[in-house]
Nanobody
Framework: QVQLVESGGGLVQAGGSLRLSCAAS????????MGWFRQAPGKEREFVAA????????YYTDSVKGRFSISRDNAKNTVYLQMNSLKSEDTAAYYC?????????????????WGPGTQVTVSS
């Protein structure tokens, strides 16, 4: 089993920044993709960003490109999501997840382990 715990959420004004962290513990795998998803009230969970094991490959949903940046520190088993130029539409619960699959998983059912989430609220 893998345990994931997110932190860094909070309330921020539009145009501001936040950095989310997700620490993984428990069973370790040779390689896995780590991703971030978000879910706003009344909406489906959506993919935000993901990063390969080496960190050499990152991918983002279009709405956050140029504003969000995902990174990871494998020595700390931690993935980060730097969020800049935040907008009210970024308000959601943010979840980190681990995928044991190859490729570029962007669907929630392609991820095997999930954290409990952290709330991000952007005031306009």
């Amino acid at each position: 089993q893998v345990q994931l715990v997110e932190s860094g959420g909070g309330l921020v004004q539009a145009g501001g920044s936040l950095r989310l962290s997700c620490a993984a513990s428990g069973r370790t795998f040779r390689s896995y993709v780590m991703g971030w998803f978000r879910q706003a009230p009344g909406k489906e969970r959506e993919f935000v960003a993901a990063i390969s094991w080496t960190g050499g490959r990152t991918y983002y949903t279009d709405s956050v490109k140029g504003r969000f940046s995902i990174s990871r520190d494998n020595a700390k088993n931690t993935v980060y999501l730097q969020m800049n130029s935040l907008k009210s539409e970024d308000t959601a619960a943010y979840y980190c997840a681990v995928s044991l699959r190859g490729g570029q998983p962007v669907l929630s059912n392609e991820y095997d382990y999930w954290g409990p989430g952290t709330q991000v609220t952007v005031s306009s």
